[in-house]
């Protein structure tokens, strides 16, 4: 069940975020949103933990705020895996709009943690 609330909570960050950023475009139904949730969660499970241990020196240094850098590139590789949410604009835009997207998705998977029960 806890899984299942996860999922929904990152569609609807996602969904909202894509709705705020101009930068981040969503085009799909409710299934492939339901994709880009799974893609999204899966990415943070399984590929996050191990790129924060790899720069485990480098947050120190700043104090955590590299783990921000951090989300931004988790959700840059949900978008090469998804087909159906897209950045748009040159390298440093699409970095620019996930950096800001990737506070935004955590603001709103946050508020939406502290609403939802668990």
């Known amino acids: 069940m806890k899984l299942l609330l996860r999922l929904v909570i ?26 880009v949730g799974a893609v999204f969660g899966l990415v943070n499970a399984l590929i996050r933990p191990i790129v ?8 120190i240094v700043t104090l955590g705020l590299f783990t921000l850098v951090i989300n931004a590139g988790m959700l840059m590789i ?3 895996l998804s087909d159906s949410l897209d950045l748009t604009g040159n390298i440093f835009e699409n970095f620019l709009t996930a950096f800001l997207a990737a506070i ?3 603001i709103v998977s946050t508020v939406l943690s502290w609403v939802l029960p668990d």
């Open 52 to 59: 924060r241990l790899l720069t485990l020196p480098l947050t």
């Open 78 to 80: 949900t978008v090469l």
């Open 104 to 106: 935004f998705i955590s």
């Open 10 to 35: 990152n569609m609807a960050a996602i969904w909202i975020t894509s709705l705020v950023l101009s930068g981040l475009s969503f085009t799909g139904n409710l299934g492939s949103l339901i994709l």
